[in-house]
T-cell receptor
Framework: AQSVTQPDIHITVSEGASLELRCNYS??????LFWYVQSPGQGLQLLLK??????LVQGIKGFEAEFKRSQSSFNLRKPSVHWSDAAEYFC???????????FGAGTRLTVKP | EAGVAQSPRYKIIEKRQSVAFWCNPI?????LYWYQQILGQGPKLLIQ????????DSQLPKDRFSAERLKGVDSTLKIQPAKLEDSAVYLC?????????????FGPGTRLTVT
């Protein structure tokens, strides 16, 4: 079965600085990859997803992620962070041959003024 | 369109008591999911329904957890009896069809505290 690792439990960045959140997956075939954001007291919201094609995917709120098969990674980036981006971010991996979507443990983002 | 609705938003019970959570998915969504999110962890799938049938319940602790979606619309998740380790947020999600290629829409969750 597929699995996801998010190496960073907590990241703090200054407002206006760039952001990169790391995600590594384990799966034998081409995965479906997702990034979700969860604000306090809210459900998860999909930021972006990768199924196939262009390995650089654009999402909502100015986020993008790049699929790197050689590194089994799908890192999330944003060039300039806003205070409203403070939240928990989850990477998830799905597969074509099953209905199981596995989530990482999440990375909590704090934005300093 | 209305999102996924869940109730209650918060629940505190003592161990060995029972509790039930309710979920109403987005209209027209055939697939419904229940996830358990323990503090500091990502969501873990408990059970997946396609209409009123169970697609996957392999990670549901069936000795104490049960779920139903009788009319293929809203769903109830029950815990009986609750244990301390059941303290978590229970998330409901729905998608148009089964399969991870279909976007899942999440409700706000029910935060359960077992004392």
């Amino acid at each position: 079965a597929q699995s996801v690792t998010q190496p960073d439990i907590h990241i703090t960045v200054s407002e206006g600085a760039s952001l990169e959140l790391r995600c590594n997956y384990s799966y034998g075939a081409t995965p479906y990859l997702f990034w979700y954001v969860q604000s306090p007291g809210q459900g998860l919201q999909l930021l972006l997803k990768y199924f196939s094609g262009d390995t650089l995917v654009q999402g909502i709120k100015g986020f993008e992620a790049e699929f790197k098969r050689s590194q089994s990674s799908f890192n999330l980036r944003k060039p300039s962070v806003h205070w409203s981006d403070a939240a928990e971010y989850f990477c998830a991996v799905g597969a074509l041959d099953n209905n199981d979507m596995r989530f990482g443990a999440g990375t909590r983002l704090t934005v300093k003024p | 369109e209305a999102g996924v609705a869940q109730s209650p938003r918060y629940k505190i019970i003592e161990k060995r008591q029972s509790v039930a959570f309710w979920c109403n998915p987005i209209s027209g969504h055939a697939t419904l999911y229940w996830y358990q999110q323990i503090l500091g962890q990502g969501p873990k799938l408990l059970i997946q329904f396609q209409n009123n049938g169970v697609v996957d319940d392999s990670q549901l602790p069936k000795d104490r957890f049960s779920a139903e979606r009788l009319k293929g619309v809203d769903s109830t998740l029950k815990i009986q009896p609750a244990k301390l380790e059941d303290s978590a947020v229970y998330l409901c999600a729905s998608s148009l069809h089964a399969g991870t290629s279909y976007e899942q829409y999440f409700g706000p969750g029910t935060r359960l505290t077992v004392t």
